[in-house]
């Protein structure tokens, strides 16, 4: 009876053992975007798709903190980056020297994901080495001045091309209790956004121009566009609180009708459309005069392209599978962004299509080709010095607390680096 | 007891273990910190020597500099003030056995403590807030014309976010002065008592003077909290309006971690250092048990 106990028990082991380690999934650590539903519908998206072509792998994870890349810093410097992760371009420079980033020439061919990539976008995933260090999935970008159509036609209000014009929409807007434009001036990269775009209306090369050396921040065009905004900030265009202002603050005075106007990546279409519906439109920025307003229209700020996307961690465990994953992941972050967030301007193509775009999207699909020139946002630029001090820049304009030349004097400090 | 004190291998087995940590997780640190403070360092890569570079930088050419060391400043002063002077006057309260509700108020004013810094500098972002905050929209509602933009104003916000720290850690303090006092022999009192002293004077004779040590050791944590202010800050204004709100400890988490600047940000916090230790040998010394200004002149004084 004993030796049959033992058997059995030897065997029923035996057999938990097996089955734990058929069941036994492979983790893998991702830091990613997830905090709107831009972020979170592509993600949950991905991971649905993961489980059904990668049954063994799981995805832990940890979400992206707003903080312009301060934190995968620390886990670079701590030596403990996650298997995956989400760059920008500042920081690829300093993880592909400290060998934190893999290398994924081979894995971008062999999953065919680099010939799936539009012929635009390959040019900013090949780094200035000849090698690619992240997949990417978000194609160009652009910074857009959206309009509530339907407070402007309330309070009899001409949608501003001029300064001025705006000036005097925010007199009427501040009157009726309504905010004229909600900013969310407490992340640095919609400060910089918000001086870029008046910086166009001067300089097309706008913020891009520091960062590639084209321009200098000495050059007349940036303080001007420095005084515009702080013009525009004591004219109360901006609400009180703007530099403690975050995203879901802002965007709920704009989408619930308590701000006229908003700044924001076209991303944002979807939930703008889908809570304003036709009454929400996009403008050309508004500028210092018409002649410029005219000349400057078709110049954007964002687009610019940036080695941005997923990396790996060459020191995972699983660094080849983790690789593959990210490469599997961006392609599905694309697909959802076609299919189910109304945004075709992706890096991958993925054979999909979607003739349900809302109008503001279509409107800027047919602007794309007419477009004379664009910019970067902050996570775009390689200068980190820039891509942090512009922000802290823009702030300050923001403010209206700040002259334009103490500003100006204080980057040129800092860019002297 | 003498037989252990004389026993020098029993007190280098006892003390080993705490001496070791202490260089470690303190000590090795510092000097790492000092160390860094003349390279170019990305926190990643290679570091480059770059001598007294970074030092030069900050201490004679940036601008920030100046407006951290102020707002250091004067989140010490804000949180010193307010915080010694109002939780000495509570203790002294709830240690006065004629106060009802005396173990319910010594929980009050402890609360803020146990809160996550996080909620409450929520809490008050939200009553702050200059758009529909609670304390504008009071006011508003009152008819009272005094809207302020508590944290949005590049010259007080700085006043605003100390006040927050301050509230918040009043507790602390609270707590350990509720301590002193009761370290102190009622004789002391029935003394004073019985010369015929006011209870307000008894407290201004015996009470604050015997509170020295303590007194020493709030205004160390409270002085130093001030001049290495951060969390507060990065909640609520993030160094802003621009960069009005920086204190030291600003300058080197913005340049490490948002510019990969880690040895100019390690200066900051060598810089930051020198400045806490200044102050606590300062404040060592004038804390110092011999005759000195603050406190002997109550001595041999009579009561009455």
Not at chain 1, 57 to 85: F, H, N, R, S, W
Not at chain 1, 330 to 346: G, I
Not at chain 2, 82 to 89: D, E, F, G, S
Not at chain 2, 108 to 123: E, K
Request: hydrophobic share 45%; aromatic share 12%; net charge negative.
């Amino acid at each position: 009876m004993k030796k049959f106990l033992c058997i059995l028990l030897a065997a029923m082991m035996v057999i938990g053992c097996a089955s734990a380690m058929a069941e036994e999934k492979i983790k893998l650590q991702i830091y990613a975007q997830y905090a709107d539903d831009d972020t979170k519908v592509p993600y949950d998206y991905a991971v649905e798709k993961l489980a059904e072509a990668y049954p063994n792998v799981e995805l832990e994870l940890i979400p992206q903190a707003q903080d312009d890349g301060a934190t995968l810093l620390a886990l670079a410097t701590a030596g403990k980056l996650p298997d995956i992760y989400q760059t920008g371009s500042g920081i690829v420079t300093t993880l592909r020297n400290s060998k934190q980033m893999m290398v994924i020439n081979d894995v971008a061919e062999k999953t065919g994901f680099l010939e799936k990539v539009y012929e635009t976008e390959k040019q900013y995933m090949i780094a200035d080495d000849g090698n690619m260090y992240a997949f990417p999935y978000a194609g160009q970008e652009y910074v857009l001045w959206f309009v509530n159509n339907a407070l402007f036609e309330q309070y009899n209000v001409e949608i501003p091309t001029t300064y001025d014009e705006l000036i005097a929409a925010a007199e009427v807007f501040n009157a009726n209790g309504i905010v004229p434009m909600a900013l969310f001036g407490q992340e640095g990269w919609i400060s910089a956004a918000m001086y870029d775009a008046i910086a166009t209306r001067y300089i097309t090369a706008g913020i891009k121009g520091l960062d590639n050396g084209a321009t200098s921040i000495e050059d007349e065009a940036y303080l001007k566009a420095a005084e515009d905004l702080v013009k525009l900030a004591k004219a109360g265009v901006f609400q009180a609180a703007v530099t403690t202002t975050n995203y879901d603050q802002a965007s709920e005075m704009f989408l619930g009708g308590k701000a006229a106007m908003f700044l924001n990546g076209q991303w944002y279409i979807e939930d703008a459309t889908k809570a304003l519906g036709d009454d929400v439109t996009w403008i050309a920025y508004p500028s210092y005069d018409e002649a410029s307003y005219e000349a400057g229209k078709h110049a954007f700020s964002g687009g610019g392209g940036s080695i941005s996307g997923y990396a790996v961690n060459p020191d995972s465990p699983n660094a080849e599978l983790a690789a593959e994953v990210a490469a599997f992941i961006s392609e599905k972050y694309c697909e959802a962004k076609v299919t189910l967030r109304n945004n075709p301007l992706v890096a991958v193509n993925t054979g999909l299509t979607n003739d349900q775009l809302p109008k503001m999207m279509q409107d800027l699909v047919a602007e794309m080709p007419n477009m004379t020139s664009t910019t970067a946002f902050t996570w775009g630029l390689t200068n980190t010095t820039l891509a942090n001090a512009i922000g802290v820049a823009g702030q300050s304009l923001l403010s209206g607390q700040y002259e334009a030349q103490e500003v100006i004097d204080q980057l040129t400090f800092e860019l002297g680096w | 007891m003498k037989k252990y004190l004389s026993n020098r291998k029993a007190i280098i087995v006892f003390c080993l273990p705490a001496i070791i940590l202490f260089c470690v997780f303190i000590f090795v640190p510092i000097l790492q910190v000092f160390y860094y403070s003349f390279f170019d360092w990305d926190g990643v890569n290679q570091a480059t020597f770059v001598g007294l570079a970074n030092y030069k930088r900050l201490l004679l050419k940036d601008p920030v500099f100046k407006t951290a060391n102020l707002n250091g400043f004067k989140f010490g002063v804000v949180i010193t003030v307010y915080q010694l002077v109002l939780a000495t006057i509570f203790a002294i309260a709830v240690s006065d056995k004629r106060i009802r509700f005396r173990k319910f108020f010594r929980t009050a004013y402890f609360i803020p403590v146990v809160l996550s810094v996080t909620v409450v500098c929520q809490l008050w972002g939200n009553v702050l807030n200059a758009d529909n905050g609670l304390l504008n929209t009071l006011m508003s509602r009152l008819g009272i014309n005094w809207s302020q933009n508590w944290l949005n104003d590049r010259n007080t916000a700085i006043y605003t976010v100390a006040f927050v720290n301050a509230w918040q850690w009043m507790g602390y303090q609270f707590a350990l002065i509720v301590a002193g006092i009761k370290s102190i022999g009622e004789d002391f009192y029935e003394a004073a008592e019985i010369d015929g002293a006011t209870s307000l004077k008894a407290h201004w004779y015996i009470t604050l003077p015997l509170l020295k040590d303590t007194f020493n050791f709030c205004l160390l944590i409270s002085v130093t909290g001030g001049i290495k202010a951060f969390s507060e800050i990065d909640i609520m204004t993030g160094g802003g309006p621009g960069n009005a709100t920086y204190t030291l400890t600003y300058i080197m988490y913005n340049y490490a971690f948002g510019r990969q600047k880690f040895g100019y940000g390690l200066t900051s916090s060598a810089v930051l250092v020198i400045e806490c230790l200044v102050i606590i040998l300062a404040l060592n010394w004038l804390f110092k048990d011999r005759e000195n200004p603050l406190f002997s002149r109550r001595k041999g004084v009579e009561i009455v």
